[in-house]
């Protein structure tokens, strides 16, 4: 039975629509090596809005009861794209498709997109709210979607907000007298609350500049070779080991993300079995309240202050989200079986707001191959993604088909390329009065500065273009951005 009020980590992602901390979407990305007529997309189209996606949070008057859900059918309307789209730019398409305002307080919540690709095909997206659902929800959803039958009807417990807002702090007062009562007679609470206020302290974060890669693999990894792999990739980056990994599990938590989440810390020379033995003591002691304090006490607070509370505890600077293996019910699309599905968050509208987390990483296995996904936050990353990650797979023997990478410009009108150079200049000033300060380390200015002169070019690059089109009587809209290694080529 689902219920129908928002759980702590629900309304952690929510807060996240509401201004604290960084926007958070899930994305699912078909392939299909057919083309895919749009009739074949209404039926799931529709099915999607009635079914688990197809509801919105509601905000109680009653002072102490918790967010709630209630059915909504509104929707976006199928985006499908008129003409094809180059098989160079797919990546960049589906990075577009999530790069969305999506509102799951008034709906809607989440949206599907369909184009066809110039090489012949289909690529799919449906991206929702990560308040809506988890990993695991958004592929239950595009499973019964894609049954072709009627949505199922979940059970759904209700109450009124009357008693929820009495069993909340009933609930709350009762864990809490607990909890003190510990730090009164136990010194091991009194320690956890301090370690955990140490650990509260503002991390160290980076303005978020977003950067994408995904590779095919004909292997499937454990979990703890997915995370062995992926501390590779982040040291073959520049990230300094051991580093910070947050690793997310399944939990018995009711809501719409039954997720928890645990701390590690990986080196390069960590083995897998060294790996597994970390997860499975953090696992023991996830992130959350401490000595013995209830989580749900940050229902009853202010968004601000409940944003405070729970944004540093589990914070790293990796995260490594395994999906798992994904089921047959997503496995074909309208018929047409799927050649690659890769499943990751996005970050919609996210630059320049802040984060500590630089790289995150998702794995998850169809019919045998897997797909990895990596998302970058970090700008000294931007240029080398692809090209570390591809060096690391090929070091370990596994080989894998890289989709373009996308670039750090995407098609854009003259105003926004303009916009977007003011940016980074802007951004480019405030690194070296920050370097002329002493606040930040010269060979991080230095691999910032690089990033940002690579995307200068890039502007630069397509405003050339978009003339040249112009002057040759072509639509400017059809120049599209080049990778950062053509536009290098062209100057050199």
């Given at each position: 039975?689902?219920?129908?009020?928002?759980?702590?980590?629900?309304?952690?992602?929510?807060?996240?629509?509401?201004?604290?901390?960084?926007?958070?979407?899930?994305?699912?990305?078909?392939?299909?090596?057919?083309?895919?007529?749009?009739?074949?997309?209404?039926?799931?189209?529709?099915?999607?809005?009635?079914?688990?996606?197809?509801?919105?949070?509601?905000?109680?008057?009653?002072?102490?009861?918790?967010?709630?859900?209630?059915?909504?059918?509104?929707?976006?309307?199928?985006?499908?794209?008129?003409?094809?789209?180059?098989?160079?730019?797919?990546?960049?398409?589906?990075?577009?498709?999530?790069?969305?305002?999506?509102?799951?307080?008034?709906?809607?919540?989440?949206?599907?997109?369909?184009?066809?690709?110039?090489?012949?095909?289909?690529?799919?997206?449906?991206?929702?709210?990560?308040?809506?659902?988890?990993?695991?929800?958004?592929?239950?959803?595009?499973?019964?979607?894609?049954?072709?039958?009627?949505?199922?009807?979940?059970?759904?417990?209700?109450?009124?907000?009357?008693?929820?807002?009495?069993?909340?702090?009933?609930?709350?007062?009762?864990?809490?007298?607990?909890?003190?009562?510990?730090?009164?007679?136990?010194?091991?609470?009194?320690?956890?609350?301090?370690?955990?206020?140490?650990?509260?302290?503002?991390?160290?974060?980076?303005?978020?500049?977003?950067?994408?890669?995904?590779?095919?693999?004909?292997?499937?990894?454990?979990?703890?070779?997915?995370?062995?792999?992926?501390?590779?990739?982040?040291?073959?980056?520049?990230?300094?080991?051991?580093?910070?990994?947050?690793?997310?599990?399944?939990?018995?938590?009711?809501?719409?993300?039954?997720?928890?989440?645990?701390?590690?810390?990986?080196?390069?020379?960590?083995?897998?079995?060294?790996?597994?033995?970390?997860?499975?003591?953090?696992?023991?002691?996830?992130?959350?309240?401490?000595?013995?304090?209830?989580?749900?006490?940050?229902?009853?607070?202010?968004?601000?202050?409940?944003?405070?509370?729970?944004?540093?505890?589990?914070?790293?600077?990796?995260?490594?989200?395994?999906?798992?293996?994904?089921?047959?019910?997503?496995?074909?699309?309208?018929?047409?079986?799927?050649?690659?599905?890769?499943?990751?968050?996005l970050h919609p509208g996210a630059e320049l707001l802040r984060t500590t987390t630089a790289l995150s990483s998702y794995i998850s296995t169809l019919n045998g191959q897997?797909?990895?996904?990596?998302?970058?936050?970090?700008?000294?990353?931007?240029a080398i993604l692809t090209a570390r990650a591809s060096t690391v797979l090929a070091r370990r023997g596994l080989p894998a088909r890289s989709w373009a990478q996308r670039?750090?410009?995407?098609?854009?009108?003259?105003?926004?390329?303009?916009?977007?150079?003011?940016?980074?200049?802007?951004?480019?000033?405030?690194?070296?009065?920050?370097?002329?300060?002493?606040?930040?380390?010269?060979?991080?200015?230095?691999?910032?500065?690089?990033?940002?002169?690579?995307?200068?070019?890039?502007?630069?690059?397509?405003?050339?273009?978009?003339?040249?089109?112009?002057?040759?009587?072509?639509?400017?809209?059809?120049?599209?951005?080049?990778?950062?290694?053509?536009?290098?080529?062209?100057?050199?």
């Amino acid at each position: 039975m689902i219920d129908d009020r928002l759980s702590v980590i629900d309304d952690i992602f929510l807060r996240t629509h509401r201004g604290f901390g960084l926007p958070v979407v899930l994305q699912a990305v078909w392939r299909c090596a057919e083309h895919v007529d749009r009739v074949d997309f209404a039926a799931i189209h529709a099915n999607l809005a009635y079914g688990r996606l197809g509801r919105r949070v509601v905000t109680p008057k009653i002072p102490g009861a918790r967010r709630r859900w209630i059915g909504s059918s509104d929707t976006l309307p199928l985006a499908y794209e008129s003409g094809p789209i180059p098989e160079s730019d797919v990546l960049g398409w589906a990075d577009a498709q999530g790069d969305i305002e999506l509102d799951p307080e008034h709906g809607p919540g989440w949206r599907m997109s369909v184009a066809p690709v110039d090489s012949g095909g289909t690529v799919v997206s449906l991206v929702c709210s990560h308040a809506l659902a988890d990993a695991a929800g958004l592929i239950a959803a595009a499973g019964e979607a894609f049954e072709g039958s009627a949505p199922r009807q979940h059970p759904i417990r209700h109450r009124s907000d009357p008693t929820d807002a009495v069993s909340l702090l009933a609930r709350v007062t009762e864990s809490s007298a607990r909890a003190i009562a510990g730090l009164i007679f136990r010194r091991e609470s009194r320690r956890e609350l301090a370690d955990y206020l140490r650990s509260s302290g503002r991390p160290e974060s980076h303005e978020a500049h977003i950067s994408t890669a995904v590779f095919e693999m004909e292997a499937a990894l454990t979990n703890s070779e997915f995370i062995s792999l992926v501390a590779q990739i982040a040291a073959e980056l520049g990230e300094p080991m051991p580093v910070s990994v947050n690793v997310p599990f399944r939990s018995e938590t009711p809501g719409a993300n039954g997720i928890g989440m645990a701390t590690i810390a990986v080196s390069v020379d960590d083995s897998p079995s060294d790996i597994k033995n970390a997860c499975k003591t953090a696992f023991a002691a996830p992130a959350g309240a401490p000595s013995g304090f209830p989580a749900e006490i940050v229902q009853l607070l202010p968004d601000s202050l409940a944003a405070g509370l729970t944004s540093s505890p589990g914070t790293a600077r990796v995260l490594c989200s395994n999906i798992g293996a994904l089921p047959e019910t997503i496995a074909s699309v309208g018929g047409h079986p799927a050649s690659a599905l890769v499943t990751r968050a996005l970050h919609p509208g996210a630059e320049l707001l802040r984060t500590t987390t630089a790289l995150s990483s998702y794995i998850s296995t169809l019919n045998g191959q897997s797909t990895l996904a990596l998302v970058t936050t970090d700008i000294r990353y931007a240029a080398i993604l692809t090209a570390r990650a591809s060096t690391v797979l090929a070091r370990r023997g596994l080989p894998a088909r890289s989709w373009a990478q996308r670039t750090s410009v995407k098609a854009m009108s003259e105003h926004d390329i303009y916009s977007k150079i003011e940016q980074l200049v802007a951004t480019e000033h405030k690194l070296r009065s920050q370097n002329e300060a002493g606040e930040i380390d010269p060979t991080e200015e230095k691999a910032q500065l690089a990033s940002i002169e690579h995307a200068l070019d890039q502007c630069w690059d397509l405003l050339r273009q978009r003339r040249a089109r112009h002057d040759a009587g072509k639509n400017p809209e059809g120049a599209e951005a080049n990778s950062v290694e053509q536009v290098e080529h062209y100057l050199q």
